[in-house]
């Protein structure tokens, strides 16, 4: 009994700290530690405020008045590598204290005020049922989903081309192909981890359509889930040379009582960063100590 005691604490500690080992990889900007700050930072970021609710109506004004530099197509030049600064490596995206594995978190919702998912009542109480029983599927090196991706851990590299918008992750080789040609959506058969994303311009700001997602992706660490009828908007304006406001907004009308929007800033890393790809799965040694007290996560329904 006392071994068996032992192996499940032991258990119970490794899948807490395997997620903060999924976003502790340093950002520029970023401060804090476990339980410390981490997800802020003391000065202003294109002049605006860093926390979520306030940095989105001042980037919004500072977007109307920014003219970007362009690419030869004419499209703003978002090419380069880009971190989510603000956003704690995805491991929450409501308010969160801090304890002794995750960071403190200011909430990334704008949308509703309260900065909370709204999740319809039957589902209010399944948040934190997937932090208490289930793994994390970044932590098993599933991909992120959307719109994870973009506010993931390790950072993106936006590449552009014409009728093209590719963001390339370094988690777990992930990347979306985002034809902005007014090609139509796949079939909605088809259901994948990334989803299929249309993109096209709205003046200096991309906007990307992703449908066909699965739910077998969660919008975070601390099991913020959604269904398989979801559906993201995400718009990218760049707001000063290295700064970019992200916008995405969720329906899901099977686990939300209405549309939602977080809002974040997108900064530029250093000069000459590379993002290089992270061999997530052929690393991974901690699934089996994982098992003995969490389950792998397979969506709302999973299949039996």
Not at 255 to 272: C, D
Request: net charge negative; aromatic share 12%.
């Amino acid at each position: 009994m006392v071994i068996h005691a032992f192996r499940v604490s032991v258990a119970s500690t490794i899948a807490t700290a395997l997620a903060w080992f999924l976003v502790s990889a340093p950002v520029a900007g970023q401060e804090g530690g476990a339980g410390g700050a981490a997800g802020f930072r003391a000065a202003p970021i294109a002049g605006c405020p860093q926390i979520s609710r306030l940095f989105w109506p001042c980037a919004e004004a500072k977007a109307a008045t920014f003219n970007p530099a362009r690419n030869p197509d004419g499209t703003p030049n978002m090419n380069g590598a880009w971190s989510p600064v603000t956003a704690n490596g995805s491991q929450n995206i409501e308010d969160f204290a801090g304890d002794a594995f995750l960071g403190r978190q200011i909430s990334i919702i704008v949308d509703p005020p309260d900065g909370k998912v709204p999740y319809l009542p039957q589902w209010a109480d399944k948040r934190q049922d997937n932090w208490d029983h289930y793994i994390d599927p970044i932590g098993s090196c599933y991909f992120t989903g959307v719109p994870r991706q973009v506010y993931g851990p390790r950072g993106q590299a936006f590449i552009q081309a014409p009728g093209l918008f590719a963001i390339v992750s370094e988690f777990a080789h992930q990347y979306r192909t985002i034809p902005t040609d007014n090609s139509p959506h796949i079939g909605d058969s088809l259901r994948l981890y990334m989803g299929d994303s249309r993109g096209h311009w709205e003046g200096n700001t991309l906007v990307v359509d992703t449908t066909n997602l699965t739910d077998r992706t969660w919008l975070s660490i601390s099991g913020h889930f959604h269904s398989e009828a979801l559906h993201v908007t995400e718009r990218f304006t760049l707001i000063d040379p290295d700064v970019i406001l992200y916008e995405t907004t969720l329906v899901d009308p099977k686990v939300f009582r209405q549309p939602w929007t977080m809002a974040m800033p997108l900064v530029r890393f250093e000069k000459g960063h590379e993002v290089w790809e992270e061999p997530c799965f052929e690393s991974d040694h901690d699934l089996p100590f994982l098992l003995m007290e969490h389950k792998l996560w397979l969506g709302l329904n999973p299949p039996r």
